[in-house]
Protein backbone atom coordinates (compact mmCIF):
# COMPACT_ATOMS: atom_id res chain seq x y z
CA UNK A 1 0.00 0.00 0.00
CA UNK A 2 2.39 3.19 -1.20
CA UNK A 3 0.98 6.41 -1.24
CA UNK A 4 0.40 8.18 -4.09
CA UNK A 5 2.56 10.94 -4.70
CA UNK A 6 1.02 14.29 -4.90
CA UNK A 7 3.39 17.33 -5.80
CA UNK A 8 2.00 20.07 -3.84
CA UNK A 9 1.68 22.25 -6.92
CA UNK A 10 0.37 25.35 -6.71
CA UNK A 11 -3.43 25.92 -8.52
CA UNK A 12 -2.71 27.20 -12.27
CA UNK A 13 -4.69 29.34 -12.73
CA UNK A 14 -4.97 30.24 -9.24
CA UNK A 15 -8.92 30.07 -8.02
CA UNK A 16 -11.38 33.07 -8.72
CA UNK A 17 -14.66 34.05 -7.60
CA UNK A 18 -15.57 35.01 -11.13
CA UNK A 19 -17.51 31.22 -11.00
CA UNK A 20 -19.35 32.03 -7.71
CA UNK A 21 -20.48 35.57 -9.41
CA UNK A 22 -21.76 33.70 -13.25
CA UNK A 23 -23.66 30.83 -10.84
CA UNK A 24 -25.00 33.80 -9.07
CA UNK A 25 -26.21 35.30 -12.31
CA UNK A 26 -27.80 32.33 -13.71
CA UNK A 27 -29.25 31.67 -10.33
CA UNK A 28 -30.79 35.46 -10.63
CA UNK A 29 -31.93 34.96 -14.10
CA UNK A 30 -33.58 31.37 -13.22
CA UNK A 31 -35.37 33.02 -10.41
CA UNK A 32 -36.56 35.62 -12.20
CA UNK A 33 -38.45 33.61 -14.33
CA UNK A 34 -40.96 32.96 -11.95
CA UNK A 35 -41.14 36.08 -10.15
CA UNK A 36 -40.79 38.88 -12.12
CA UNK A 37 -39.17 38.17 -16.00
CA UNK A 38 -39.16 41.69 -17.18
CA UNK A 39 -37.15 43.32 -14.29
CA UNK A 40 -35.07 40.65 -12.69
CA UNK A 41 -33.96 38.47 -15.56
CA UNK A 42 -31.91 41.51 -17.45
CA UNK A 43 -30.18 42.49 -13.94
CA UNK A 44 -29.62 38.27 -13.86
CA UNK A 45 -28.18 38.02 -17.61
CA UNK A 46 -25.95 41.31 -16.25
CA UNK A 47 -24.27 39.85 -13.81
CA UNK A 48 -24.07 36.26 -15.97
CA UNK A 49 -22.59 38.27 -18.86
CA UNK A 50 -20.08 40.42 -16.92
CA UNK A 51 -18.91 37.55 -14.69
CA UNK A 52 -18.96 34.69 -17.46
CA UNK A 53 -16.40 37.15 -19.07
CA UNK A 54 -13.97 38.12 -16.46
CA UNK A 55 -14.18 34.29 -15.76
CA UNK A 56 -13.21 33.17 -19.33
CA UNK A 57 -10.25 36.13 -19.33
CA UNK A 58 -8.42 34.62 -15.70
CA UNK A 59 -8.87 30.82 -17.00
CA UNK A 60 -7.01 31.94 -20.29
CA UNK A 61 -4.26 33.86 -18.83
CA UNK A 62 -2.11 31.03 -19.22
CA UNK A 63 -2.52 30.68 -22.86
CA UNK A 64 -2.45 34.63 -23.55
CA UNK A 65 1.12 34.54 -21.91
CA UNK A 66 0.51 36.72 -18.90
CA UNK A 67 1.87 36.58 -15.97
CA UNK A 68 0.29 34.04 -13.40
CA UNK A 69 0.84 34.77 -10.11
CA UNK A 70 1.95 31.62 -8.52
CA UNK A 71 0.24 30.41 -5.09
CA UNK A 72 2.40 29.55 -1.95
CA UNK A 73 1.55 26.78 -0.56
CA UNK A 74 0.50 26.80 2.97
CA UNK A 75 3.12 25.37 5.58
CA UNK A 76 1.85 25.28 9.48
CA UNK A 77 3.76 26.70 12.40
CA UNK A 78 3.94 23.66 14.17
CA UNK A 79 6.09 21.80 10.71
CA UNK A 80 9.35 21.61 11.17
CA UNK A 81 10.68 24.24 8.03
CA UNK A 82 12.12 22.49 5.34
CA UNK A 83 12.57 19.31 6.91
CA UNK A 84 9.79 16.81 5.82
CA UNK A 85 9.78 17.67 2.16
CA UNK A 86 12.55 18.05 0.04
CA UNK A 87 11.00 18.37 -2.88
CA UNK A 88 9.47 21.49 -2.04
CA UNK A 89 11.76 24.78 -1.79
CA UNK A 90 12.58 25.48 2.13
CA UNK A 91 11.16 28.40 3.08
CA UNK A 92 12.87 31.22 5.41
CA UNK A 93 13.36 29.58 8.42
CA UNK A 94 10.47 31.10 10.98
CA UNK A 95 10.68 30.27 14.49
CA UNK A 96 7.88 28.39 15.33
CA UNK A 97 7.05 29.92 18.70
CA UNK A 98 7.05 32.96 17.50
CA UNK A 99 4.31 32.66 14.91
CA UNK A 100 0.61 32.16 15.61
CA UNK A 101 0.30 28.89 15.72
CA UNK A 102 -2.69 28.46 13.35
CA UNK A 103 -2.69 25.01 13.38
CA UNK A 104 -3.25 24.53 17.24
CA UNK A 105 -6.06 26.62 17.27
CA UNK A 106 -7.55 25.10 14.06
CA UNK A 107 -7.52 21.46 15.88
CA UNK A 108 -9.02 22.76 19.10
CA UNK A 109 -11.47 24.56 17.30
CA UNK A 110 -12.59 21.42 15.36
CA UNK A 111 -12.23 19.13 18.83
CA UNK A 112 -13.90 22.12 20.78
CA UNK A 113 -16.88 22.75 17.98
CA UNK A 114 -17.11 19.05 17.31
CA UNK A 115 -17.25 18.07 20.44
CA UNK A 116 -19.91 20.85 21.26
CA UNK A 117 -22.48 19.72 18.80
CA UNK A 118 -21.50 15.99 19.10
CA UNK A 119 -23.21 17.05 22.99
CA UNK A 120 -25.87 18.99 21.51
CA UNK A 121 -26.83 15.79 19.82
CA UNK A 122 -26.05 13.01 22.37
CA UNK A 123 -27.23 14.60 25.62
CA UNK A 124 -30.73 14.71 24.93
CA UNK A 125 -31.09 11.45 23.10
CA UNK A 126 -29.47 10.04 25.91
CA UNK A 127 -32.11 11.85 28.57
CA UNK A 128 -34.89 10.81 26.44
CA UNK A 129 -33.98 6.65 26.43
CA UNK A 130 -33.02 7.34 30.53
CA UNK A 131 -35.78 9.71 32.08
CA UNK A 132 -39.12 8.75 31.03
CA UNK A 133 -38.37 5.40 32.81
CA UNK A 134 -38.40 7.34 36.17
CA UNK A 135 -41.15 9.88 35.42
CA UNK A 136 -44.62 10.72 35.55
CA UNK A 137 -46.19 7.20 35.98
CA UNK A 138 -47.53 6.75 38.82
CA UNK A 139 -50.15 3.99 40.35
CA UNK A 140 -53.77 4.39 39.07
CA UNK A 141 -57.08 3.76 41.35
CA UNK A 142 -58.33 0.34 40.12
CA UNK A 143 -62.20 0.03 40.84
CA UNK A 144 -62.57 -3.21 41.99
CA UNK A 145 -66.55 -3.56 41.99
CA UNK A 146 -69.31 -3.21 44.75
CA UNK A 147 -68.27 -4.97 48.37
CA UNK A 148 -70.76 -7.26 48.57
CA UNK A 149 -69.05 -9.14 46.39
CA UNK A 150 -66.29 -9.47 48.58
CA UNK A 151 -67.53 -11.90 51.54
CA UNK A 152 -66.76 -11.78 54.73
CA UNK A 153 -63.67 -13.68 55.56
CA UNK A 154 -63.28 -15.38 52.50
CA UNK A 155 -60.36 -15.21 50.07
CA UNK A 156 -60.70 -14.01 46.33
CA UNK A 157 -58.26 -14.17 43.98
CA UNK A 158 -58.94 -11.43 42.04
CA UNK A 159 -57.18 -10.43 38.51
CA UNK A 160 -57.77 -6.72 37.15
CA UNK A 161 -56.91 -3.91 34.78
CA UNK A 162 -53.93 -1.76 36.10
CA UNK A 163 -54.55 0.29 32.42
CA UNK A 164 -57.42 -1.38 30.61
CA UNK A 165 -56.67 0.30 27.36
CA UNK A 166 -53.27 -1.38 27.56
CA UNK A 167 -54.80 -5.06 27.17
CA UNK A 168 -53.41 -7.85 28.75
CA UNK A 169 -49.63 -6.38 29.64
CA UNK A 170 -51.84 -4.80 32.32
CA UNK A 171 -53.19 -7.83 33.92
CA UNK A 172 -52.45 -7.66 37.58
CA UNK A 173 -53.57 -10.20 40.61
CA UNK A 174 -54.35 -9.53 44.24
CA UNK A 175 -55.32 -11.58 46.80
CA UNK A 176 -58.40 -9.97 48.83
CA UNK A 177 -59.79 -10.70 51.79
CA UNK A 178 -62.74 -8.75 53.70
CA UNK A 179 -61.76 -8.32 57.19
CA UNK A 180 -65.12 -6.75 58.45
CA UNK A 181 -65.35 -3.35 60.02
CA UNK A 182 -62.86 -1.87 62.35
CA UNK A 183 -64.03 1.06 64.06
CA UNK A 184 -66.62 1.32 62.45
CA UNK A 185 -65.05 1.23 58.78
CA UNK A 186 -64.72 -1.86 56.26
CA UNK A 187 -61.02 -3.54 56.64
CA UNK A 188 -59.69 -5.49 53.51
CA UNK A 189 -56.35 -6.96 53.20
CA UNK A 190 -55.34 -7.25 49.61
CA UNK A 191 -52.00 -9.05 48.99
CA UNK A 192 -49.82 -8.52 46.01
CA UNK A 193 -49.28 -12.22 43.94
CA UNK A 194 -45.84 -10.47 43.10
CA UNK A 195 -43.19 -13.10 44.82
CA UNK A 196 -40.86 -10.74 47.21
CA UNK A 197 -37.82 -13.03 45.82
CA UNK A 198 -37.65 -11.79 42.26
CA UNK A 199 -41.70 -10.99 41.05
CA UNK A 200 -43.24 -14.18 39.57
CA UNK A 201 -46.85 -15.01 40.52
CA UNK A 202 -47.14 -16.76 44.30
CA UNK A 203 -50.19 -19.28 43.85
CA UNK A 204 -52.46 -20.04 46.54
CA UNK A 205 -51.44 -23.13 48.56
CA UNK A 206 -54.90 -24.53 48.79
CA UNK A 207 -58.11 -25.53 46.76
CA UNK A 208 -59.22 -22.26 44.01
CA UNK A 209 -63.13 -22.65 43.22
CA UNK A 210 -62.64 -21.88 39.31
CA UNK A 211 -66.27 -23.11 39.40
CA UNK A 212 -67.82 -20.03 41.35
CA UNK A 213 -65.40 -17.30 39.05
CA UNK A 214 -67.65 -14.70 38.93
CA UNK A 215 -67.08 -11.84 36.08
CA UNK A 216 -67.58 -8.26 36.61
CA UNK A 217 -67.41 -5.94 34.05
CA UNK A 218 -67.32 -1.85 35.42
CA UNK A 219 -67.13 1.01 33.44
CA UNK A 220 -63.65 1.97 31.24
CA UNK A 221 -63.57 -1.20 29.83
CA UNK A 222 -62.36 -2.31 33.30
CA UNK A 223 -63.01 -6.03 33.56
CA UNK A 224 -62.84 -7.59 37.22
CA UNK A 225 -62.27 -11.15 37.31
CA UNK A 226 -62.98 -12.90 41.17
CA UNK A 227 -62.59 -16.64 42.10
CA UNK A 228 -63.33 -18.09 45.50
CA UNK A 229 -59.84 -19.28 47.20
CA UNK A 230 -58.90 -21.18 50.38
CA UNK A 231 -54.99 -20.81 50.76
CA UNK A 232 -55.21 -22.10 54.39
CA UNK A 233 -51.09 -23.09 53.35
CA UNK A 234 -50.39 -19.42 52.57
CA UNK A 235 -48.62 -18.99 49.19
CA UNK A 236 -46.05 -20.24 47.32
CA UNK A 237 -44.27 -19.15 44.53
CA UNK A 238 -43.41 -21.86 41.19
CA UNK A 239 -40.50 -20.29 40.45
CA UNK A 240 -37.85 -20.78 43.06
CA UNK A 241 -40.17 -21.94 45.96
CA UNK A 242 -40.47 -19.24 48.18
CA UNK A 243 -43.26 -19.75 50.60
CA UNK A 244 -45.30 -17.33 52.49
CA UNK A 245 -48.09 -17.81 55.19
CA UNK A 246 -51.74 -16.37 54.51
CA UNK A 247 -51.28 -12.84 56.04
CA UNK A 248 -48.24 -12.92 53.46
CA UNK A 249 -45.22 -13.57 55.65
CA UNK A 250 -42.36 -15.11 54.96
CA UNK A 251 -42.30 -18.90 55.84
CA UNK A 252 -38.94 -20.27 53.85
CA UNK A 253 -37.16 -20.52 50.76
CA UNK A 254 -35.24 -17.62 49.21
CA UNK A 255 -37.90 -14.58 49.48
CA UNK A 256 -36.33 -11.45 51.65
CA UNK A 257 -39.71 -10.17 52.95
CA UNK A 258 -43.38 -10.32 53.09
CA UNK A 259 -45.79 -9.94 50.50
CA UNK A 260 -46.21 -6.75 48.79
CA UNK A 261 -49.62 -5.22 49.68
CA UNK A 262 -52.80 -2.93 48.31
CA UNK A 263 -54.00 0.46 50.07
CA UNK A 264 -57.87 1.11 48.78
CA UNK A 265 -60.33 3.41 49.71
CA UNK A 266 -63.92 2.69 49.97
CA UNK A 267 -66.15 4.87 46.89
CA UNK A 268 -69.63 4.77 46.37
CA UNK A 269 -70.00 1.10 47.69
CA UNK A 270 -66.99 -0.06 45.55
CA UNK A 271 -63.54 -0.90 46.41
CA UNK A 272 -60.48 1.15 45.12
CA UNK A 273 -57.62 -0.07 44.95
CA UNK A 274 -54.64 2.41 45.54
CA UNK A 275 -50.67 2.61 46.02
CA UNK A 276 -49.17 -0.57 46.44
CA UNK A 277 -46.89 -0.36 49.41
CA UNK A 278 -44.20 -3.51 50.95
CA UNK A 279 -43.92 -4.96 53.82
CA UNK A 280 -41.32 -6.52 56.09
CA UNK A 281 -43.67 -8.67 58.12
CA UNK A 282 -46.84 -8.83 59.62
CA UNK A 283 -48.09 -9.07 63.09
CA UNK A 284 -51.67 -10.77 63.86
CA UNK A 285 -54.27 -11.73 61.32
CA UNK A 286 -56.63 -9.98 59.36
CA UNK A 287 -58.07 -6.79 60.59
CA UNK A 288 -56.26 -6.38 63.93
CA UNK A 289 -53.14 -7.29 62.39
CA UNK A 290 -49.61 -4.97 62.59
CA UNK A 291 -48.48 -4.08 59.40
CA UNK A 292 -44.61 -2.71 59.15
CA UNK A 293 -44.92 -0.69 55.80
CA UNK A 294 -42.30 0.46 53.56
CA UNK A 295 -42.35 2.36 50.25
CA UNK A 296 -42.77 0.17 47.31
CA UNK A 297 -39.42 -1.49 46.34
CA UNK A 298 -38.46 -4.09 43.92
CA UNK A 299 -38.55 -7.74 44.33
CA UNK A 300 -35.43 -9.39 46.19
CA UNK A 301 -34.50 -5.77 47.56
CA UNK A 302 -34.10 -5.79 51.87
CA UNK A 303 -36.35 -3.25 53.23
CA UNK A 304 -35.52 -3.87 56.88
CA UNK A 305 -32.13 -5.57 58.81
CA UNK A 306 -28.66 -4.76 57.82
CA UNK A 307 -29.09 -5.36 54.37
CA UNK A 308 -31.46 -2.28 53.48
CA UNK A 309 -28.22 -0.11 53.37
CA UNK A 310 -27.37 -1.87 49.89
CA UNK A 311 -30.67 0.19 48.74
CA UNK A 312 -30.37 3.83 50.01
CA UNK A 313 -32.70 4.93 46.90
CA UNK A 314 -35.54 3.98 45.02
CA UNK A 315 -36.66 5.53 41.81
CA UNK A 316 -39.58 7.96 42.12
CA UNK A 317 -42.77 6.28 40.93
CA UNK B 1 11.76 -22.64 -10.06
CA UNK B 2 8.57 -20.05 -9.83
CA UNK B 3 9.95 -18.12 -12.89
CA UNK B 4 10.38 -21.28 -14.68
CA UNK B 5 6.51 -21.95 -14.91
CA UNK B 6 5.70 -18.89 -15.75
CA UNK B 7 7.67 -18.96 -18.70
CA UNK B 8 5.96 -21.62 -20.28
CA UNK B 9 2.26 -19.65 -19.87
CA UNK B 10 0.88 -19.43 -23.09
CA UNK B 11 0.04 -16.58 -24.74
CA UNK B 12 -3.82 -16.91 -24.27
CA UNK B 13 -3.40 -17.40 -20.03
CA UNK B 14 -1.60 -14.73 -19.99
CA UNK B 15 -3.82 -12.62 -21.60
CA UNK B 16 -6.88 -14.19 -19.48
CA UNK B 17 -4.60 -13.01 -16.64
CA UNK B 18 -4.29 -9.74 -17.58
CA UNK B 19 -7.50 -9.52 -18.02
CA UNK B 20 -8.74 -10.87 -14.49
CA UNK B 21 -5.65 -8.56 -12.40
CA UNK B 22 -6.85 -5.46 -14.71
CA UNK B 23 -10.01 -4.57 -12.52
CA UNK B 24 -7.95 -6.08 -8.84
CA UNK B 25 -5.39 -3.53 -9.67
CA UNK B 26 -7.23 -0.58 -10.88
CA UNK B 27 -9.69 -1.67 -7.15
CA UNK B 28 -5.97 -1.57 -5.34
CA UNK B 29 -4.25 1.21 -7.04
CA UNK B 30 -7.46 3.71 -6.12
CA UNK B 31 -8.13 2.36 -2.69
CA UNK B 32 -5.80 -0.14 -1.67
CA UNK B 33 -8.39 -2.69 -0.25
CA UNK B 34 -6.79 -5.49 -1.88
CA UNK B 35 -3.53 -5.54 0.12
CA UNK B 36 -5.90 -4.80 3.02
CA UNK B 37 -7.69 -7.79 2.59
CA UNK B 38 -4.53 -9.68 1.52
CA UNK B 39 -2.88 -8.30 4.69
CA UNK B 40 -5.67 -9.06 6.54
CA UNK B 41 -6.27 -12.71 5.67
CA UNK B 42 -2.93 -13.82 4.53
CA UNK B 43 -1.14 -13.52 7.62
CA UNK B 44 1.41 -15.68 8.87
CA UNK B 45 0.58 -18.10 11.99
CA UNK B 46 2.57 -20.35 13.83
CA UNK B 47 3.05 -23.74 12.00
CA UNK B 48 1.48 -25.69 14.92
CA UNK B 49 -1.70 -24.01 14.97
CA UNK B 50 -4.33 -26.28 14.86
CA UNK B 51 -8.08 -26.92 15.23
CA UNK B 52 -8.47 -24.99 18.32
CA UNK B 53 -7.21 -21.89 16.81
CA UNK B 54 -10.89 -21.67 14.67
CA UNK B 55 -12.62 -21.18 17.74
CA UNK B 56 -12.88 -17.91 17.38
CA UNK B 57 -13.53 -17.75 13.73
CA UNK B 58 -16.35 -20.16 14.57
CA UNK B 59 -17.99 -17.51 17.14
CA UNK B 60 -17.48 -14.96 14.37
CA UNK B 61 -19.27 -16.92 12.09
CA UNK B 62 -21.86 -17.86 14.70
CA UNK B 63 -22.57 -13.93 15.15
CA UNK B 64 -22.95 -13.30 11.61
CA UNK B 65 -25.26 -15.77 10.90
CA UNK B 66 -27.39 -14.36 13.91
CA UNK B 67 -27.12 -10.98 12.45
CA UNK B 68 -28.13 -11.67 8.76
CA UNK B 69 -30.79 -13.89 10.73
CA UNK B 70 -32.18 -11.16 12.56
CA UNK B 71 -32.29 -8.79 9.64
CA UNK B 72 -34.58 -10.95 7.93
CA UNK B 73 -36.81 -11.46 11.36
CA UNK B 74 -37.36 -8.17 11.59
CA UNK B 75 -38.93 -7.71 8.55
CA UNK B 76 -42.18 -10.01 9.93
CA UNK B 77 -41.85 -8.94 13.33
CA UNK B 78 -44.03 -6.58 15.14
CA UNK B 79 -42.54 -5.36 18.47
CA UNK B 80 -45.62 -4.93 20.19
CA UNK B 81 -47.83 -5.87 23.17
CA UNK B 82 -50.96 -7.02 20.77
CA UNK B 83 -49.14 -8.44 17.90
CA UNK B 84 -45.98 -9.69 18.66
CA UNK B 85 -46.95 -12.96 19.91
CA UNK B 86 -48.87 -13.47 16.53
CA UNK B 87 -46.61 -12.36 14.51
CA UNK B 88 -43.88 -14.45 15.90
CA UNK B 89 -46.50 -17.45 15.23
CA UNK B 90 -46.82 -16.21 11.97
CA UNK B 91 -43.59 -16.21 11.02
CA UNK B 92 -42.99 -20.09 12.22
CA UNK B 93 -46.29 -21.68 10.63
CA UNK B 94 -47.65 -19.60 7.69
CA UNK B 95 -44.34 -18.12 5.54
CA UNK B 96 -42.35 -20.01 3.23
CA UNK B 97 -38.96 -20.86 5.19
CA UNK B 98 -40.08 -19.01 8.30
CA UNK B 99 -39.28 -21.79 10.53
CA UNK B 100 -35.90 -22.04 8.93
CA UNK B 101 -34.83 -19.15 9.98
CA UNK B 102 -36.47 -18.23 12.93
CA UNK B 103 -34.99 -22.08 14.19
CA UNK B 104 -31.19 -20.76 12.78
CA UNK B 105 -32.13 -17.49 15.37
CA UNK B 106 -32.82 -19.70 18.06
CA UNK B 107 -30.60 -21.90 18.37
CA UNK B 108 -27.51 -20.17 16.56
CA UNK B 109 -28.16 -18.04 19.85
CA UNK B 110 -27.03 -20.46 21.89
CA UNK B 111 -24.56 -21.78 19.70
CA UNK B 112 -23.06 -18.12 19.83
CA UNK B 113 -22.92 -18.28 23.14
CA UNK B 114 -21.58 -21.48 23.39
CA UNK B 115 -18.37 -21.27 21.37
CA UNK B 116 -17.77 -17.83 22.52
CA UNK B 117 -17.05 -19.83 25.61
CA UNK B 118 -15.46 -22.93 24.17
CA UNK B 119 -13.01 -19.95 22.29
CA UNK B 120 -12.80 -17.98 25.81
CA UNK B 121 -11.71 -21.80 26.80
CA UNK B 122 -8.87 -22.40 24.59
CA UNK B 123 -7.69 -18.95 25.12
CA UNK B 124 -7.65 -19.57 29.06
CA UNK B 125 -5.93 -22.91 29.01
CA UNK B 126 -3.53 -22.71 25.98
CA UNK B 127 -2.43 -19.14 27.73
CA UNK B 128 -2.99 -16.91 24.91
CA UNK B 129 -4.23 -13.89 27.29
CA UNK B 130 -0.71 -13.37 28.36
CA UNK B 131 1.69 -10.28 27.45
CA UNK B 132 1.25 -8.91 25.04
CA UNK B 133 -2.83 -10.24 24.78
CA UNK B 134 -4.29 -8.65 27.93
CA UNK B 135 -6.30 -6.11 26.34
CA UNK B 136 -7.52 -8.34 24.11
CA UNK B 137 -8.86 -10.91 26.60
CA UNK B 138 -10.34 -7.90 28.52
CA UNK B 139 -12.30 -6.95 25.13
CA UNK B 140 -12.98 -10.63 24.68
CA UNK B 141 -14.53 -11.05 28.14
CA UNK B 142 -16.49 -7.81 27.38
CA UNK B 143 -18.19 -9.11 24.38
CA UNK B 144 -19.33 -12.30 26.55
CA UNK B 145 -21.22 -9.93 28.57
CA UNK B 146 -22.44 -8.02 26.09
CA UNK B 147 -23.61 -11.19 24.25
CA UNK B 148 -25.27 -12.53 27.07
CA UNK B 149 -27.68 -9.08 27.06
CA UNK B 150 -28.20 -9.52 23.44
CA UNK B 151 -29.26 -13.09 24.93
CA UNK B 152 -31.25 -11.69 27.58
CA UNK B 153 -32.87 -8.83 25.64
CA UNK B 154 -33.54 -11.14 22.30
CA UNK B 155 -35.32 -13.77 24.71
CA UNK B 156 -38.67 -11.54 25.34
CA UNK B 157 -39.06 -10.79 21.89
CA UNK B 158 -41.35 -14.03 21.48
CA UNK B 159 -43.74 -12.28 23.92
CA UNK B 160 -45.36 -15.96 25.42
CA UNK B 161 -45.31 -16.98 28.88
CA UNK B 162 -42.10 -18.22 28.83
CA UNK B 163 -40.14 -15.12 27.49
CA UNK B 164 -42.41 -12.81 29.89
CA UNK B 165 -41.52 -14.46 33.42
CA UNK B 166 -38.22 -15.05 32.35
CA UNK B 167 -37.99 -11.62 31.53
CA UNK B 168 -39.71 -10.57 34.78
CA UNK B 169 -36.83 -12.33 36.81
CA UNK B 170 -34.22 -11.34 34.68
CA UNK B 171 -35.02 -7.27 35.47
CA UNK B 172 -35.76 -7.99 38.84
CA UNK B 173 -32.19 -9.81 38.98
CA UNK B 174 -30.78 -6.46 37.95
CA UNK B 175 -33.12 -4.81 40.64
CA UNK B 176 -30.96 -6.51 43.34
CA UNK B 177 -28.21 -4.79 42.68
CA UNK B 178 -26.52 -2.83 45.49
CA UNK B 179 -27.13 0.97 45.34
CA UNK B 180 -27.75 1.06 41.43
CA UNK B 181 -29.84 -2.08 40.89
CA UNK B 182 -33.27 -0.43 41.25
CA UNK B 183 -32.64 2.57 38.70
CA UNK B 184 -30.89 -0.18 36.45
CA UNK B 185 -34.21 -1.98 36.74
CA UNK B 186 -36.70 0.37 35.62
CA UNK B 187 -34.20 1.84 32.41
CA UNK B 188 -34.63 -1.62 31.30
CA UNK B 189 -38.60 -1.92 31.95
CA UNK B 190 -39.24 2.07 30.69
CA UNK B 191 -41.05 1.88 34.07
CA UNK B 192 -41.97 0.80 37.29
CA UNK B 193 -43.52 -2.11 36.15
CA UNK B 194 -43.18 -4.62 32.81
CA UNK B 195 -45.80 -2.28 30.17
CA UNK B 196 -45.95 -1.60 26.63
CA UNK B 197 -42.56 0.52 26.76
CA UNK B 198 -40.62 -2.93 27.35
CA UNK B 199 -40.80 -4.79 25.06
CA UNK B 200 -39.96 -2.05 21.88
CA UNK B 201 -37.17 -1.04 24.50
CA UNK B 202 -35.89 -4.92 24.59
CA UNK B 203 -36.65 -4.89 20.90
CA UNK B 204 -34.44 -1.94 20.18
CA UNK B 205 -31.96 -2.41 22.34
CA UNK B 206 -31.33 -6.35 21.01
CA UNK B 207 -31.42 -5.48 16.88
CA UNK B 208 -29.79 -1.70 17.21
CA UNK B 209 -27.82 -1.02 20.01
CA UNK B 210 -26.24 -3.80 21.60
CA UNK B 211 -25.05 -5.58 18.07
CA UNK B 212 -23.73 -2.20 16.86
CA UNK B 213 -22.11 -2.12 20.29
CA UNK B 214 -20.67 -6.25 19.25
CA UNK B 215 -19.69 -5.30 15.89
CA UNK B 216 -17.65 -2.07 17.20
CA UNK B 217 -16.17 -4.97 19.89
CA UNK B 218 -15.08 -6.92 17.18
CA UNK B 219 -13.76 -4.62 15.27
CA UNK B 220 -11.49 -3.64 17.96
CA UNK B 221 -10.84 -7.64 18.73
CA UNK B 222 -9.86 -8.29 15.43
CA UNK B 223 -7.55 -5.13 15.09
CA UNK B 224 -5.76 -6.75 18.00
CA UNK B 225 -5.29 -10.38 16.50
CA UNK B 226 -4.09 -8.73 13.38
CA UNK B 227 -1.82 -6.42 15.20
CA UNK B 228 -0.22 -8.70 17.54
CA UNK B 229 -0.35 -12.20 15.52
CA UNK B 230 -1.42 -15.79 16.33
CA UNK B 231 0.14 -17.04 19.80
CA UNK B 232 2.13 -20.50 19.49
CA UNK B 233 -0.13 -23.66 21.42
CA UNK B 234 1.84 -24.13 24.67
CA UNK B 235 2.97 -27.48 23.85
CA UNK B 236 5.18 -25.64 20.53
CA UNK B 237 8.96 -26.68 20.14
CA UNK B 238 9.43 -22.95 18.70
CA UNK B 239 9.28 -20.03 20.98
CA UNK B 240 6.74 -17.54 20.06
CA UNK B 241 7.23 -15.14 17.50
CA UNK B 242 10.27 -16.90 16.53
CA UNK B 243 11.97 -16.75 12.71
CA UNK B 244 10.18 -19.60 11.14
CA UNK B 245 10.37 -18.46 7.47
CA UNK B 246 13.94 -17.23 6.63
CA UNK B 247 12.67 -15.13 3.81
CA UNK B 248 10.94 -12.66 5.86
CA UNK B 249 11.70 -11.36 8.84
CA UNK B 250 8.94 -11.99 11.49
CA UNK B 251 10.14 -10.62 14.41
CA UNK B 252 10.24 -6.61 15.55
CA UNK B 253 12.44 -7.77 18.35
CA UNK B 254 9.82 -7.66 20.90
CA UNK B 255 9.39 -11.38 21.91
CA UNK B 256 6.13 -12.74 21.50
CA UNK B 257 5.06 -10.37 18.76
CA UNK B 258 4.88 -11.87 15.60
CA UNK B 259 5.09 -9.48 12.33
CA UNK B 260 1.99 -10.37 9.83
CA UNK B 261 3.32 -10.66 6.32
CA UNK B 262 4.76 -7.46 4.10
CA UNK B 263 2.55 -4.42 3.99
CA UNK B 264 3.45 -3.74 0.44
CA UNK B 265 1.81 -4.39 -2.79
CA UNK B 266 -1.30 -7.21 -2.72
CA UNK B 267 1.12 -9.33 -5.17
CA UNK B 268 4.46 -9.81 -3.18
CA UNK B 269 5.77 -11.61 -6.06
CA UNK B 270 5.35 -8.48 -8.09
CA UNK B 271 3.31 -10.68 -10.51
CA UNK B 272 4.10 -10.54 -14.03
CA UNK B 273 4.28 -7.23 -16.15
Redesign the interface.
Known amino acids: MTEPQHGDRAHSPGPSLYPIGFAAGIACILVGLIINPKVIVPIGVVIAVVCGFFWARSATKEFRDEPVAAIEPERGGAREAGAADPGEAAPAAVDAGHRFPRNRFLEGATLGLGGLIGGLVTVPAVGFMIVPAFKGQGYPKVDLGPLENFTEGKWFVTKFFTHPADGEVSHRTAYIRNNGQLNGKPSFTIISNRCAHLGCPVQPNGPVQDNQTKEINLPKGQQVTMIPAIPAGGYGCPCHGGQYDSEGNRVSGPPVRALDRYAFEIVDGHLILGTPYSVSHVKGVGKDALIYKYKLTGPGQHIDGWEQILYPLQPPH | MATATRNKKSARRRQLEAAINYPIDWLEERS ?1 LI ?2 IR ?1 FLFRKVPGDTGWWHTLGSATLTAFLVQALTGVILAMYYKPD ?2 NAYQSIQHITNDLTLGWLVRGMHKWGASVFIILMFFHMARVFLFGAYKYPRELNWIIGVTLLAVGMLEGFTGYLLPWDQTAY ?1 AT ?2 G ?3 N ?2 A ?2 L ?3 L ?3 L ?9 TLARFYSMHMLLIPGLIFALIGLHLYLVIRLGVSSPPWSREAAGSDYDSDQPVTNGRSGLTQPAA ?3 WRRNGGEG
Open positions: GGGYPQWVVINLGTPFGPFADFRGGGEIGTERSG
